[in-house]
């Protein structure tokens, strides 16, 4: 599970190894290190063999035979769908997500479901219902969240890939922690299908161990779907393609200006933005310092207020589908606490504070239109210790708080609809891994990658594994 997916594709298409040989070996570490990880909710065995033993030799499907989990709050047909959330019981899903079927198109094999923060909420994923899962790097630690059981289960070995999304951070959040590449495509990339038409915050991605992967999976997962409201314009050509060309000379702004006021900047996070900067201007690029039109008072009050009735439809949706109420007791503490503030939010309150978010991510866009990229931290502190944030504490709504100063320059670009990716470019002085983020122009995704890949061949990470994973 340590080699890149499409290398593996290529040992299944050329008879080298079986699918079946490679899913056994993804089972193999997964029943090994899960005791200790605790990345997934299910892990579909017996549906794996057969929809590996079907996969023979010479398949031409990009991924045949490859294993991959998918996060437990995007449907799996006979899995149980949970979003980490005891409301939702045991239902299974009756259907595949877009994300789960275009995944099986390209040949994916799908060993099992991965864990996540009740309803997504936290940028660690520790859920009640489940309990922790653990960071592969050092088992004290948060893998990160809201997709930390997929990031989990890429880093420990598990699967050489993972399926996740992101709110405000999920995908690069995670990454950051896990040592691993996430890339938050741009808003409407990726369709909702079929469950929803479209979302202002949140779009799927993946988590790999390397740029390529991330943009040959961005081509499978990308493109509009029947009935979408609204989608991204097509790229002129594959990502993976764009991706593997020099980025030629840009323009790029450096910052550490922290988007939340009270939050404050881990040094060896800073150190990491500047040293990335200074590597950048090596490679011949036009970097400068820059101050974003982005600390405004009131920001986080301003993104829940967003955020909180969009997690709080999913948990709708869910008592719908149970038939009841929502209760307290179905609930983790801060789940109940954004449910019952978001119940208190009307109509017109929900609507201001949309249209405040979209002038804000309007002045914002406006403002970086003459960079090609602009570089920040990745997270503002180092993974946090398993507890840190506790979502039944005695005061849910200041957990709530304090998670955004662990991850105050992810939700930004949520909040634009641009797409950013986290890099693992270094490591901190304990050895745990040190990411940077990178934020490109509207819809420009395959430059994004371009000049990510281009970081990478300077300074390659693809070779660092915890020690658990080896």
């Known amino acids: 599970m340590q080699r890149p997916a499409g290398e593996l594709a290529a040992l299944v298409r050329g008879g080298e190894l079986s699918a079946l040989e490679l899913v056994e070996a993804s089972l193999r570490r997964i029943d090994a290190l899960e005791p200790q990880v605790n990345a997934f909710v299910d892990v579909d065995r017996e549906g794996a063999r057969a929809a590996a033993a079907a996969i023979a030799a010479g398949d031409e499907r990009p991924f045949a035979g490859v294993p991959v989990a998918i996060k437990n709050n995007r449907a799996v047909a006979g899995l149980r769908l949970t979003c980490g959330a005891a409301l939702l019981g045991d239902g299974v899903a009756r259907h595949d997500h877009n994300v789960t079927r275009r995944l099986r198109g390209a040949g994916f094999v799908v ?10 909420i936290l940028p660690v994923t520790e859920p009640r219902r489940f309990g922790p899962t653990r960071n592969p790097w050092d088992l004290e630690r948060t893998p990160g969240g809201s997709s930390g059981g ?3 289960a890429v880093a420990a070995g598990m699967v050489p890939l993972a399926h996740g999304n992101d709110g405000g951070g999920s995908l690069r959040i995670p990454a950051a922690c896990c040592g691993l590449v996430g890339l938050k495509p741009q808003r409407g990339r990726v369709s909702q299908a079929p469950d929803a038409g479209e979302h202002f915050l949140v779009v799927d991605g993946v988590l790999t161990r390397s740029v390529r992967e991330t943009a040959l999976l961005l081509d499978v997962l990308a493109g509009p779907e029947p009935g979408d409201a609204s989608w991204a314009p097509a790229p002129p050509e594959p990502f993976a393609a764009t991706a ?5 000379r840009l ?20 150190r990491a933005a500047h040293d990335a900067g200074a590597l950048l201007a ?16 009131g920001l986080l009050d301003l993104f829940a207020q967003a955020f909180g009735p969009a997690v709080c439809s999913s948990i709708a949706a869910a008592a719908l589908a149970s038939g009841r109420e929502p209760a307290e007791r179905d609930m983790e503490g801060l ?6 503030t978001s119940r208190g939010v009307d109509a017109v309150q929900a609507e201001l504070a949309r249209y405040r978010l979209q002038a804000f991510a309007r002045a914002v866009t406006t403002w970086s239109a003459p960079y090609d990229a602009l ?21 849910p709504l200041e957990t709530f708080e304090r998670s955004g100063h662990f991850t105050p320059y992810t939700a930004i670009n949520n909040v634009t609809g641009s797409p950013a990716i986290s890099l693992p470019l270094f490591e901190r002085d304990n050895g745990l891994p040190l990411g940077v983020q990178l934020i490109g122009r509207p819809t420009g995704e395959g430059a994004l990658l371009a000049l990510a890949a281009q970081l990478e061949a300077a300074a390659p990470w693809t070779g660092r594994r915890p020690a658990l994973a080896n």
């Open 150 to 152: 997929s990031a989990a």
């Open 375 to 395: 570089l920040t931290p990745a997270l503002a502190q180092a993974p946090l210790p398993i507890g840190a944030l506790d979502a039944d504490g005695p005061d």
């Open 111 to 120: 060993v099992g479901t991965t864990s996540l923060p009740e309803w997504g």
């Open 244 to 248: 593997a060309r020099e980025p030629g």
């Open 251 to 270: 323009r790029i702004g450096v910052t550490t200006l922290m988007p939340l006021l009270e939050a404050q900047l881990d040094a060896q996070c800073e």
């Open 335 to 340: 789940s109940w606490a954004l449910w019952q």
């Open 282 to 297: 090596s490679l011949g690029h036009e970097v400068e310092e820059v101050l974003p039109p982005w600390q405004q008072p």
